[in-house]
């Protein structure tokens, strides 16, 4: 058998052109992307034409906590998709940062994330650091490999968190029924992860929290938290609900009174600090706290205070 794509695929691309009816084993359309290829099997493929190679820039405002001609430091807002993909083509911060740096972002991991060295979720708002070109793309890259970015996050957690302080040690792998969602796991292919936290005020039933993440896997603090009984507040994927209303707080509200005080996951990325790799000075980047989670505070200070 020879198979020859003429160029490097990734698995979810080839898995679409399967779906496209796009690949055929011995003349008969494949239908399952698990089948085992035999012996003597012929394969023929066609890869579907790509789609939206590169970002259209955006005019979308973006607030920017430092630049330089190397790199620059943004405060994303949540409701915001990092780099685009199916589904969200318009609307994402490398949309917006091709309109705000042209061709000043580096090409390390292609069109589709230029600029992009790490990602927050959608829905986390919050620092993220920009490459301007590849080699610092790469050691920053290297940084956040071996671990020598410190990262701090600011968490409303439903529940209370029983010590002031504490670490969160449990491996993660994917759920095993669920690709959208992470699991702590004994299992032996299960990643190391490790997470911080400090409580910066407790409320009857609420906690908000500093956590500092020293591994990054794939929802990590969300996950922690949630291993830890106390998930992130209307965390829709970990914690099952996905706003806060004034009225769960507040019994008998009259329904004219009531408001979605929050709905997305109240998690923010607060601070980013980092060795610069061109000056070798440390950077340290904070994003205020944004108005929904300063909110939710205001409330809970007034409904839900520990007496």
Sequence with gaps: MLLHLGANFSRSEVQRAIEAGGVTINGKPATKPSYKVRKNDRLHVEMPEPTHEIPVPEDIPIDILFQDQWLA?????????????????????????????????????????????????????????????????????????????????????A????????????????????????????????????????????????????????????HQIRVHLLHAGCPVLADKLYGGRNQLKLSDLVPHLPQSEDEVLIDRQALHAFRLRFRHPRTDQWIEAEAPLPPDMRHVLDVLRKHRAVR
């Design 159 to 218: 529940g209370e968190l029983d010590r002031d302080s504490d670490y969160i040690e449990g491996a993660m792998k994917m759920h095993p029924h669920d690709r959208l969602r992470m699991i702590v796991s004994s299992d032996p292919d299960a990643k190391p992860a490790l997470s911080y936290y400090e409580v910066l005020e407790r409320f009857r039933g609420f906690t908000l929290v500093k956590v500092q993440p020293r591994t990054g896997r794939t």
């Design 73 to 157: 430091v943004v405060n994303k807002p949540h409701d915001m998709v990092v780099h685009p993909a199916k589904g969200n083509w318009s609307g994402t911060l490398v949309n917006a940062l091709q309109w705000h740096f042209r061709e000043h972002l580096s090409m390390e991991n292609g069109q589709l994330r230029a600029g992009i060295v790490h990602r927050l979720d959608k829905d986390t708002s919050g620092v993220i650091l920009v490459a301007k070109d590849d080699l610092t793309h790469r050691e920053l890259a290297m940084q956040f490999e071996t671990r020598k970015v410190f990262k701090e996050y600011i968490a409303i957690a």
